[in-house]
Nanobody
């Protein structure tokens, strides 16, 4: 299993970025994918998740600003982030083979690395003027 994130970078407040998570080594279309982020020195905060059937869920502070989607033909999950804020600065990771997240919709949820079977290497997002 391999997950590779890309698309991070430096963005001004109010700007937008689209992150990508390219997957390989497993039957991508059958798996849920989650995004989580980590600020230096803090825990892993769940951001969003998408099930194999396309159902999507978001943490409270991302609802209305972030959009997760998947393209099974490209084995890729995307995270579109709009109206970025300085507090969105973090390393963003995608992960799979983890606990269900539909009951976490609209909540604040911190996860552990061992909760998910596979993680990508992460991509840095910095929001600053």
């Amino acid at each position: 299993v391999q997950l590779v994130e890309s698309g991070g970078g430096l963005m001004q407040p109010g700007g937008s970025l689209r992150l990508s998570c390219a997957a390989s080594g497993f039957t991508f279309s059958g798996y849920a994918i989650a995004w989580a982020r980590q600020v230096a020195g803090k825990g892993l905060e769940w951001v969003s998740g998408i099930y194999s059937d396309g159902r999507t869920y978001y943490a409270r502070s991302m609802k209305g600003r972030f959009t997760i989607s998947r393209d099974n033909a490209k084995n890729t999950v995307y995270l579109r982030m709009n109206n970025l804020k300085p507090e969105d600065t973090a390393v963003y990771y995608c992960a799979t083979d983890g606990p269900p997240f539909h009951l976490r919709d609209g909540s604040s949820w911190y996860v552990r690395r061992e909760d998910f079977g596979s993680w990508g290497q992460g991509t840095q997002v910095t929001v600053s003027s």
